[in-house]
């Protein structure tokens, strides 16, 4: 492994954020690091959600440090997610924290898993990132409330989206900068990772190198 690579180990961290602590489990890449993803978890769930471990494991193969960020409210035993714009500053300084020492200067793809998902994209301009990884975007709320197809067009980077052909939430569309794959299975992503596998390796591997 390179001096950079070596920087980085397999590790938990606590950062403090506005929100309280997030968890993140930092998982490095043993081969060149082309950059790092980060993956958060959906509203009621965890960072051990089958498809985040696969999209974990296909990044790493490919060269990209990971990091598995688990919201504040998780941290602290709650289940029901804090705002949306309370959920979107803890991420943004949890990213500002990874990215410096072995990790600063690296591209950043942010992304996650449903809730996940809508945070990586609205924050992705700020962030700078090259790249949003959404898995199983909650397309169409309950109960007749708006879409949240604004929060995919405003990510402003090349976004895939990896969605169950059965997902209660609905099927976004694509778009120039917006691939959809279709798996087997629901919102829970669980039938199939060997699609997702595939469909998060293509879209990584052509990704450009900047935003």
Do not use: N
């Not at 498809?51 to 602290?76: C, F, I, K, N, S």
């Not at 609905?170 to 629901?186: F, L, W």
């Not at 039938?191 to 450009?208: E, S």
Request: aromatic share 2%.
């Amino acid at each position: 492994m390179t001096d950079q690579a070596d920087a980085v180990r397999e590790q938990e961290l606590l950062i403090d954020t506005d929100g309280g602590p997030a968890r993140v489990l930092l998982r490095p890449t043993p081969h060149q690091p082309r950059g790092l993803l980060m993956l958060g978890h959906g509203a009621g769930g965890g960072v051990g959600a089958p498809d985040l471990l696969t999209a974990t494991g296909v990044a790493g193969d490919l060269g990209w440090h990971v990091a598995l960020v688990e919201q504040p409210y998780r941290v602290a035993g709650r289940r029901a997610p804090a705002p949306a714009r309370q959920l979107d500053t803890a991420w943004t300084q949890v990213a500002m924290h990874l990215r410096h020492d072995a990790l600063a200067g690296l591209p950043v793809v942010v992304g996650g898993r449903s809730s996940g998902a809508r945070v990586a994209c609205r924050t992705a301009t700020d962030l700078g990132a090259i790249g949003a990884l959404c898995l199983a975007f909650p397309l169409q709320p309950p109960k007749d409330r708006p879409s949240r197809l604004p929060e995919l067009e405003s990510a402003g980077v090349p976004v895939l989206v990896v969605q169950g052909e059965r997902d209660r939430f609905g099927m976004p569309p694509a778009a120039p900068e917006r691939t959809v794959v279709t798996v087997a299975g629901d919102h829970s992503l669980k039938k199939d990772q060997d699609a997702i596998a595939g469909a998060v390796r293509d879209w990584l591997t052509g990704l450009p190198a900047s935003a």
